[in-house]
């Protein structure tokens, strides 16, 4: 199961600071034999985790850029933390850290545009480059992202390289490091392939393409066209269609290829310190646009008068994730098999032999108690990796179309095979696999993929929709602030049911438990588990503040209604996370009675909304005005439980 992770290179001050920018790779590493990415950390106005969510349009753009009068002067740590290519996928700028634990993520805006297959199209700019200003600047060199709109990273990552795409009247600027990562770091042994050398002799490190495997399985490319790929152990089956990209598409390949080549360049240009920056380019070809859904900030805008005397507000948009994309509808079938799986074939042949990698110890960490990342050391080749918790995305449409491989021949093994030993874990890294003396357990950190929860859009279109009518005064995201709640479903914050501190269960979890929405064995053979989340709206309706429920339910679950907190005077995240714990002891069922007790007593009503739909609406599209009703008790239309 994966844990939270504790970053060691990161400040233990009791203050909170988050991920300004993230480039500049470096290769070795200290001692290591692996490649490092520097970290731009800021430190956060704030004094407490509730705090987070609560900063004000204002207050955050004061915090992300400086103007020359007014606004404070950003600190930032002066020795930058530098951390191994590998932890990559664990880390995104906005998130927000407290004591090296991420405890959620600065508020951002989401966005949704495509980005032309091939960059036909589009600019690429550097960070220190001039760029032509727009009319009337009088401020100095104009560059991409400017000290009032992004301050100190244009100056201290100059080298770093964005790719702008224009849409209308706003510049989405994505910088190469958030490609790199959507598109090819999003696990770690892919962001350790594409760091450490050239795609065609570390490509092996994710796929093989023997000839003569015993199962049988091959990486080719089938009379009836599909993408053959046979996986190594440590790459989980949804990435195999990213494999099968990078080794039968040629264009795919030829970006693949470009990532090493241009990185050799700019260590050539830099003789007296061999570092690069990050130039991943979208892998797809003009074919077809990509479709993307982002997160990042808005940032100042600048407003001028044109040649014609017209106002012109400038507006751009940092792309801090790609959460959602596209996948192109002209990539065939995916066949993907794995180098020593657990797969049967028709006709298994019985043997006595030991089972592979049977001596291989299991991990035993302790259960949601962070685990040290360990940035300093390589990742022992002997041991089998620990999860750390990271991001997550889903394909926008349809995405890959993905069948197993079958197996020609396997082998049956002895059910009475010793099980293996676990021993507990305390610190990895997600670096490069040794065979040394001084390698720390591995890591593995990862870009979850994972289908779109699809009720939790529903609602934040409805809100927003009544937002934009002027019908409620306003909705924004309430995150987990108490660090270990906090969680991510795509795009949007939430709250996740873990195990109460101190209980039983969290020492020792069940296998199957209703706080996991997903569970069961991976395709490694690995327990994989996957809390459920909730998602926290706070609105304000008629001078009236309610903090709305939305929980994540599995698909075999029918489920529908929402709580509604209201009447909370102050610490909302206590009332929430008490709410929670009652709905996860109740298992969703029959806790009116309960949580109405134990919230009243505090003067918090619970009420519950069951989901009304639009009829004929298709997809399906939250009723906002029954929802309106709801929330105004006064009227006749509110709902009967």
Known sequence: MPLPAKILEFPVDGRFWFVKWIDEFTLPHLGTDSASVKVILQKLPISKATELSRLKDDALLTV?????????????????????????????IGAVFHDQEHIGDLPSASATFSIPGGEVGVEEFSLGQSISPPVNWTRGPYRLLNKFEYSVVPFQMKHSKCLVIERENTSFIIPRMTMFKAFYGMQTVFANAFSHGSWPDRMYTILSDEEDLESGQKTEITADGKWGIVLQTKVRDPYACWAALYYHDEYARTRANEIYSLALAQRRHHDTKPNWYASARLPFKESEDVRVQVRGFKLRDWTFYDENKQRVV???????????????????????GRTNNNERSQSPIATDAPRPFSQVPAMKPKEQKPIEVDNNHDADAATTPTDVISAEMSFLGNGPKLEKMPKKSSKSYDPKAPPKESRSVDRVSM????????????????????????????????????????KIANVSVESGAAGKRAGRRGELDVWQFFFPEGSAEQSRPPARCWRYIDQGLDDDGRRRRTYRTALVLRILVDGQLHYWIEIECRKTEASYRSIVLSDVSSSPEVYIAASMEIVATHKGRNMEAKLNKVLGEHGVTASFYRHQYQKDADPKALDTEYILNFLQPYKDAAPEE
């Open 431 to 470: 670096g490069e696999q040794r065979n040394k003396g001084d390698a720390v357990d591995q890591g593995a950190a990862e870009v979850v993929i994972r289908e779109a929860e699809k009720r939790f859009g529903q609602v934040m279109t409805a809100f927003l929709a009544l937002q934009t009518e002027k």
């Open 64 to 92: 992300l850029g400086q103007r020359s009068k007014g606004d404070p002067e950003p600190e930032v740590m002066q020795r930058h933390p530098v951390v191994l290519a590998g932890l990559l996928p664990a880390l995104h």
């Open 314 to 336: 400038r507006s751009k948009f940092l792309v801090t994730e790609i959460v959602k994309h596209s996948w192109p509808s002209w990539i065939p079938t995916i066949l993907h």
